[in-house]
């Protein structure tokens, strides 16, 4: 029952994620219309939107930490409270590395958005989806060709060059896994 629970919090998590990334952009979810050609100049000024939003959202953060380690700055005399400050510290710190690396992806996908070449998967060149990209914005894979990369990377297939054929709504798709050692 525990197991449960945690995954419907898992699940209750990301999709207070997605929104929320919806929500920092202050736009709403995009609405196909009928007919519409995938990624057209509409869907990727919505998507530019979003991103540059949730990229700035980020820095504010990084600033905002700049200012509050140095306000909160201060050598304690107690080992056991100085020892507090740095742990807190530490995990600010950590967590500010965390989303310079998210700000590096952003940026790498604005430039893919800047080059016509966003919302397909870079493994079976696929359409990754609007949903799909709305909750994750700098997904570069396909729903179907992740779940196959993640399945490499826990099992015997991440260790040698192997193909996959697979069938992803009625198209053939091919996966190339490839030895990382």
């Not at 397909?120 to 700098?138: D, M, Q």
């Not at 396909?142 to 260790?159: D, E, I, P, Q």
Request: overall charge positive; hydrophobic content about 30%.
């Amino acid at each position: 029952m525990r197991v449960k629970e945690k995954q419907h919090a898992r699940r209750q998590n990301r999709k207070t994620s997605s929104l929320s990334i919806l929500a920092i952009a202050g736009v709403e979810p995009y609405q196909e219309k009928p007919g519409e050609e995938y990624m057209n100049e509409a869907q990727l000024a919505h998507f530019r939107r979003i991103l540059e939003a949730w990229r700035n959202q980020l820095r504010d953060e990084v600033d905002r930490t700049v200012t509050h380690m140095q306000d909160e700055a201060a050598n304690f005399p107690d080992p056991v409270d100085r020892a507090a400050q740095e742990e807190e510290f530490s995990l600010e710190l950590r967590n500010r590395d965390r989303e310079r690396k998210l700000i590096k992806k952003i940026e790498k996908t604005l430039k893919k958005v800047e080059d016509e070449d966003f919302g397909y998967c870079e493994s079976c060149g696929v359409e990754i989806g609007i949903r799909r990209l709305e909750a994750r914005p700098t997904a570069d894979c396909a729903s179907t060709a992740k779940r196959w990369l993640k399945f490499a990377k826990n099992r015997w297939l991440a260790n040698y060059s192997r193909s996959i054929t697979f069938t992803t709504g009625g198209k053939c798709s091919r996966l190339i896994f490839c030895s990382k050692r």
